[in-house]
């Protein structure tokens, strides 16, 4: 507490203004875990309209056991690794196999149906690439996160809708205890959150990627006195 000129303790009562900045706080707390709940829910429908359509969808169910679907931090991710007999890719190659490319337009007809942004990574196992100077698996999973990516856009996906397009080669390993599986090969699908979106934008330099509204009409404030 603040002290008078007397030396004795004084109280200072809250004015209206701050208990209703106070107000106006925790009513835009309630607002995004709102909105982060709905998001959720939103992606857990996602989840399992594509799991209902993956039991329907003739050229879906052939590719049941190559289609692995889980909620993670960044939101919905879509799997499609290759079995020994049946890989996306020829080996070696960034083009599509017909039935892969039928795979992913028809996933991308149901991500479509959601607004959220999607990000798109290429995966390879840990056979070193041959056969073209300077061309690596970092070049060839980057070429065929991009083949992904153009399926799915031919299904219906928006190209705003695309947030990032990645190659990782074999950094991150399905199958740890055996880098030369087949499951490492494949193509990972993020149906992203919010926060995942602004994660993104600010590592990219956005500058105002990630900051909520809430911090955008506290800058407001300050700028203008309102404080």
């Known amino acids: 507490n603040p002290i008078d000129l007397d030396g004795s303790a004084s109280m ?12 106006i706080q925790f009513e835009d707390d309630e607002i995004e875990q709102l909105a982060d709940s709905i998001e959720e829910e939103r992606l857990q429908d996602l989840m399992a309209t594509l799991q209902d359509k993956i039991d329907q969808n003739e050229t879906l169910r052939e590719f049941k056991d190559q289609l692995l679907l889980d909620i993670t931090p960044e939101g919905l991710r879509i799997q499609i690794v290759d079995q020994s007999k049946r890989p996306m890719f020829d080996s070696g190659k960034s083009e599509l196999k017909f039935y892969s490319e039928d ?11 959601v607004p959220n942004k999607i990000s798109l990574t290429g995966h390879t ?13 970092w070049e060839l999973s980057a070429d065929r996160a991009n083949a992904a990516r153009r ?12 947030s990032r397009v990645v190659g990782l080669a074999s950094s991150v390993l399905f199958d740890q205890k055996d880098p030369f599986a087949a499951v490492n090969r494949r193509i990972a699908i993020i149906v992203l959150n919010r926060k995942a979106e602004d994660e993104i934008a ?3 330099g956005v500058r105002e990627a990630g900051i909520s509204d809430k911090t955008k009409e506290n800058d407001r404030k300050l700028e203008s006195g309102g404080w």
Not at 12 to 23: G, I, K, L, P
Not at 125 to 137: C, I, K, V
Not at 151 to 162: L, M, R, T
Request: a negative charge; glycine letters at 10%.
């Open 125 to 137: 196992d840990a056979q070193p690439f041959s056969g073209r100077e300077g061309y690596t698996n």
């Open 151 to 162: 399926a799915v856009v031919a299904g219906g996906v928006d190209q705003e809708q695309v």
């Open 103 to 113: 795979l992913l337009v028809e996933l991308g007809k149901t991500i479509s149906q």
């Open 202 to 204: 600010r590592n990219a």
């Open 12 to 23: 200072v009562r809250s004015s209206s203004a701050d208990q209703q900045d106070t107000d």
